[in-house]
């Protein structure tokens, strides 16, 4: 194989040494002059993992003074080549990222103030030589780092020097001490005299510019009463795309790794497509730029998938990159923020039932309204669990955006199930096995099924049929061998389950099944039961007599399965010839 090709940046946000070290980058430069018309003072939220730092550290390169003699080296084939604005190279950049600052939350204030100390004397020594004599030694006297950053406004001031800020993870830490201490001391630290609320005041005189971006805009809302300085990006439709990947830039990185022979021949651009699409695709975060611009891939995971299959020759064993853990856990922590109510829990609940949910999006509230319906919403919204999936009037349809974020649910569910009544989810990888490639489906459906009355005899999360669904689309998830299609569209009707063979990861399963789950009222006569089960079979063998199904199979067996349930047990379970 030839080797003499760039390889991906996954996992690296330094843009310097992405350039020198000629490695592959998607060219976002063009936003750059977007953003100095749209203002001196900007804001931008988008999820974990979507190259915000190496889009800031590529922003500081191209502002920097210090880099005027390097920009045609580091730039040189991008936009921003091509199409300089006037204030390229024209700034002193301060560029902080509170993610550096730590998770000791008992020492936060001491911890910060050695980070913003340590940040200030850099600064000042990396841009000494634009100051007159004396400057430098007037800033390192500060004996805080509030302090320093006030000297060394009133020295750029004094020296008409143009200052630039770059805040990168600006409510990471924040968010720490609102999810491990509560909301009190969140207060404590972002009302009145808190020492990260005393920083923000000095931003907005002492900087030029301001660029800051975070996962979500509690923080910010706090500690500046609506930030009204400030442009937010974030659903804004110009800046849509400014974040993320494209299908067409993720099909020219494709391209560029088959033309240089680092992928199989027998591996297409549009296989691939096919294979990260409904994994990875599907963002957007503005309403007007819905159904006008592509939807954008999560640009770490497309490099996380593409790394593997240029290094190693074949995609990566699981589709979710493990190191995005942390970041599930910790957003599962926020949305559990005062714990969490039956009514957000509703919400989840429905939000995995049905794919969707309609509401507003707030763009900024504070913490002691994060647990309100809209802004928790709003907030799973902010952390890419929902995206933009059209209108209903004044109202957004927000949907799951793809079978990751779609997993982080379930997962999520089945964690909730486990602090009810431990399962040994484990004991599943055998059923699961023998349902796929041996047609054995009843061990899978009889151990689910079990946990499912053990489970809800405990205690129900929600009434009825919908914990039911619940629960099965919960544990249905952890099968590797099957995409699980909830709710699709077969004949004009919709069938509970369809388990569409996972056949580019496991080409050899040879079922497929349609389940169908009938749930009866603890009061349902004989014959209601009957006559329910007799609709159920119709139902499910016009299911399978629908054209589409037919090509969706990859020519698997499918098996028909009907289970009725009362209460939380089993009446019947069939397989439907």
Not at 111 to 140: H, M, W
Not at 272 to 287: E, H, R, S, T, V
Not at 546 to 565: F, N, S, W, Y
């Amino acid at each position: 194989m030839n080797n003499d090709f760039k390889r991906i940046p996954y996992g690296i946000s330094d843009f310097k040494q992405v350039r020198k070290e000629n490695k592959y980058l998607v060219d976002k430069s063009m936003y750059f002059e977007r953003m100095e018309r749209a203002g001196n003072f900007l804001f931008l939220v988008r999820p974990r993992r979507f190259g915000k730092s190496l889009f800031l550290n590529m922003l500081e390169a191209y502002y920097d003074i210090n880099e005027k003699d390097n920009f045609q080296e580091l730039f040189k084939g991008m936009y921003a080549a091509e199409h300089p604005t006037e204030y390229r190279n024209k700034y002193q950049v301060m560029h902080l990222d509170f993610s550096c600052v730590g998770s000791d939350i008992d020492n936060l204030s001491s911890n910060f103030n050695n980070y913003l100390t340590g940040q200030c004397e850099s600064f000042i020594r990396k841009y000494a030589y634009l100051y007159p004599k004396g400057c430098e030694d007037e800033v390192l006297r500060g004996k805080t780092g509030i302090d320093m950053l006030n000297r060394l406004n009133n020295v750029a001031r004094d020296s008409g020097c143009s200052l630039y800020l770059i805040v990168d993870e600006y409510d990471n830490f924040t968010n720490n001490v609102l999810n491990v201490k509560g909301q009190q001391a969140y207060h404590d630290l972002t009302h009145g005299t808190g020492f990260y609320r005393d920083v923000f005041k000095l931003f907005k005189p002492m900087f030029d510019r301001i660029i800051m971006l975070g996962v979500a805009p509690i923080t910010l809302d706090d500690l500046t009463s609506g930030y009204n300085i400030a442009l937010n990006m974030t659903i804004d439709s110009r800046f849509n795309q400014m974040l993320g990947f494209s299908e067409e830039d993720v099909r020219q990185m494709i391209r560029y790794y088959k033309d240089a022979g680092a992928i199989k021949p027998e591996v297409t651009e549009d296989s691939i497509i096919a294979d990260i699409k409904p994994w990875y695709d599907n963002y957007c975060f503005a309403k007007d730029s819905f159904g006008r611009e592509p939807s954008m891939f999560n640009s770490d995971m497309v490099c996380y998938y593409m790394s593997t299959l240029v290094d190693t020759g074949h995609k990566p064993e699981e589709m979710v990159d493990p190191n995005t853990k942390t970041d599930y856990k910790k957003l599962r922590n926020l949305i559990e923020i005062g714990n969490m109510t039956e009514e957000r829990r509703q919400t989840i609940y429905d939000i995995m039932h049905t794919g969707y949910t309609y509401s507003t999006i707030n763009s900024y509230f504070p913490a002691e309204s994060i647990t309100d319906e809209d802004n928790f919403v709003s907030l799973l919204f902010y952390y890419g669990m929902l995206t933009i999936r059209g209108t209903l009037g004044a109202m957004l349809k927000l949907g799951i955006p793809n079978n990751n974020v779609r997993k982080q649910y379930y997962n999520y569910l089945i964690q909730a199930f486990q602090q009810i009544h431990p399962i040994a989810v484990s004991q599943l990888n055998v059923p699961f096995y023998q349902a796929a490639l041996e047609g054995n489906w009843r061990p899978m459906m009889d151990y689910i099924l079990k946990a499912y009355h053990d489970t809800t005899a405990v205690r129900q999360l929600i009434e009825g049929e919908r914990n039911l669904q619940g629960f099965m689309n919960a544990f249905l998830s952890l099968d590797p061998y099957y995409l699980v299609a909830p709710e699709m569209e077969f004949s004009h009707g919709y069938c509970d389950f369809f388990l569409l063979p996972n056949y580019t990861v496991y080409p050899m399963v040879a079922h497929s099944y349609i389940l169908e789950l009938k749930y009866l009222k603890t009061d349902t006569t004989e014959a209601e039961t009957a006559q329910q089960w007799t609709e159920a079979v119709a139902q499910i063998k016009t299911y399978a007599a629908d054209h589409k199904l037919q090509t969706m199979l990859h020519g698997t067996q499918l098996h028909l399965i009907v289970v009725q349930i009362k209460g939380y047990d089993v009446v019947k379970m069939e397989e439907i010839r």
